[in-house]
């Protein structure tokens, strides 16, 4: 269990490191899967809990997630005590919490865990290789999702893919962009996950960014590289310039080369 606290842990230090975590912003999970009986004997299984929903795919599965109000920074300290390992039971719509004698028996489970369990019950139904979910705030993407003309997917995605090369070959399908939603709301959650079936990063309008990847540390990858972009695009905006950047002939291009 340790390694697994500490995947999410090293990626709540990266998220810390480059501001995008400012107070309890952003959220990480990482499904550990099916883990057999006998785990649980060294730990508690805390008391049963209703998700009010059924998550077919998520039978028996074991999930860690942040816990709500929780500072990246402080995860990044005290894995044990900041995350919250979520033990599902067999039909999908109840879990307990899995205790161990560092846990912290008040911690709730992020309060976007709804978007979570949604995004990992479609990421089982299409046997799809991410285990891990990294949501946070990355200031650059979220100011330029408050430019009514980039508030749609082809007009953010060309821009992103203009200013470097690497966005075009690590972030190649695109960011999904999600319309404003209330935060934590299941409406977020269905809108995310529906997006997520064709890309791995969705931009959530005028809140943030949410990634799946192998690892945490590949989800924050996805957006670090995206965010750098819209990085990019500000300082020259900032030193008053407008520029051509990568053109679509160059970008095609570079498809080709690096078969994408
Ligand atoms: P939590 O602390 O509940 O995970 O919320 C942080 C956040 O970013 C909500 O969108
Ligand atoms: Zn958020």
Redesign the pocket.
């Known amino acids: 269990m340790k390694k697994h606290l500490n995947k999410i842990s090293k990626t709540s230090a990266l998220l810390d490191k480059r501001g995008w975590a400012e107070a ?4 990480i999970s990482l499904r550990i899967g099916n883990i057999s009986n006998n785990y649980y004997k060294k730990y508690q299984l805390g008391e049963l809990k209703n998700f009010q929903k059924t998550f077919t795919h998520l039978s028996n599965q074991v999930i860690i997630v ?5 500072r990246m920074r402080d995860v990044k300290r005290k894995p044990e005590r900041y995350l919250f390992i979520l033990k599902i039971n067999e039909a999908g719509n109840m879990f307990q919490q899995i205790i161990s004698n560092k846990t912290n028996k008040n911690l709730k489970p ?3 865990l709804i978007s979570h369990l949604y995004i990992h019950n479609m990421l089982l139904a299409n046997k799809r290789e991410e285990r891990s979910i990294v ?1 946070t ?1 990355p200031a650059n993407l979220i100011a330029l999702s408050h430019i009514q003309k980039f508030c749609n997917q082809d007009a953010i995605n060309n821009l992103l893919w203009s200013i470097q090369p690497e966005t075009v070959v690590l972030a190649n399908e695109g960011i999904a962009f999600i319309p404003y939603q209330l ?2 709301s299941e409406k977020l959650a269905i809108e995310t996950t529906k997006a997520l079936e064709k890309h791995r990063v969705a931009l959530w309008e005028k ?2 960014c949410i990634a799946i990847g192998k690892s945490p540390e590949k989800a924050f990858d996805l957006i670090d590289v995206l965010e750098k972009s819209a990085f990019i695009f500000f300082i020259y905006k900032n030193a008053g310039y407008n520029v051509e950047g990568i053109n679509d002939i160059k970008q095609k291009k570079m498809r080709r080369h690096f078969k994408i």
Request: net charge negative.
């Open positions: 309890n912003a952003g959220n942040t816990g709500a109000g929780t992020t309060s976007e949501h705030h935060t934590g809140h943030g």
